[in-house]
């Protein structure tokens, strides 16, 4: 069983800064793509940033030059930094990653739980 579990989360005032992680745990042949979505109340969810296994990355145009994605791979760990925060950026954001598991191998799509973001104005 693949369980990926989001950290990170938290109230900020407009301007400030936080740094979301998500780490992957279970038996991991390996990752491929990784990404951030969001999802704020009566809306549905978005893609935030997303990056795949060799670093190629890209990202939503409402967080281009304010977030930045990046990933551990020797730890399966993924992060989102963000700056700049908007009273827009609030919501709760879930990782997730596309996993090879299994013999033979197979590749399946996980979530984590999400965290919540809220930034004041």
């Known amino acids: 069983q693949v369980q990926l579990v989001e950290s990170g989360g938290d109230l900020v005032q407009a301007g400030g800064s936080l740094r979301l992680s998500c780490a992957a745990s279970?038996?991991?042949?390996?990752?491929?793509?990784m990404g951030w979505y969001r999802q704020s109340p009566g809306k549905q969810r978005e893609l935030v940033a997303r990056?795949?296994?060799?670093?190629?990355?890209n990202y939503a145009d409402s967080v281009k030059g304010r977030f930045t994605i990046s990933r551990d791979n020797a730890k399966n760990t993924m992060y989102l930094q963000m700056n700049s925060l908007r009273p827009e950026d609030t919501a709760v954001y879930y990782c997730?990653?596309?996993?090879?598991?299994?013999?033979?191998?197979?590749?399946?799509?996980?979530w984590g739980q999400g965290t919540q973001v809220t930034v004041s104005s």
């Open positions: 990056i795949t296994r060799g670093g190629i990355t």
């Open positions: 279970g038996v991991i042949f390996s990752i491929n793509t």
């Open positions: 997730n990653a596309n996993v090879l598991i299994g013999v033979p191998v197979a590749s399946y799509d996980y």
